[in-house]
């Protein structure tokens, strides 16, 4: 009977482990724009941040993603966007200071794209568009 529990075992800790992964991924999406200022907050000042966040410019600069779609002409107002950077990289909510067409336009612009994963989890950017 020993044999029989021990699967039993190794497949209980591999469901649990599943669940620890999938409940990590849904909260990166399901975090609320004061949470993710918080992580913002707490992470923007770390090396390993300024070095991912330098990479993130670059690439979001050669894409010309900022530009894409025209934003910038969809408002005067300036809007910070909170990017939510999941551990493979996807770019979950995007969460902005302002309401409005400018502010909808980039949150659509960035929110579903994929990156290089970031060194940590969840990862919060912030983009200031003026």
């Known amino acids: ?13 591999l469901a649990q482990l ?7 991924a849904l909260a990166e999406h399901e975090l609320t724009n004061a949470q993710a200022l918080q992580i913002w907050d707490s ?3 770390r090396e390993q941040y300024q070095s991912y966040g330098y990479a993130f410019v670059q690439w979001n600069n050669r894409l010309q993603l900022d530009t ?6 969809k408002g005067d107002e300036q809007v910070t966007l909170l990017i939510v950077i999941s551990g493979k990289g996807e770019i979950g909510p995007v969460f902005t200071s302002v309401e409005g067409e400018k502010a909808e336009c980039f949150r659509l612009t960035y929110q579903g794209l994929k990156f290089d994963a970031p060194p940590f989890s969840p990862l919060v950017l912030e983009l200031v568009m003026k």
């Open 1 to 13: 009977m020993k044999p029989l529990l021990r699967p039993m075992i190794l497949i209980l800790a």
């Open 18 to 24: 599943s669940s620890t992964v999938d409940a990590q």
């Open 43 to 45: 992470t923007k000042d």
């Open 68 to 73: 894409k779609n025209s934003c910038y002409s």
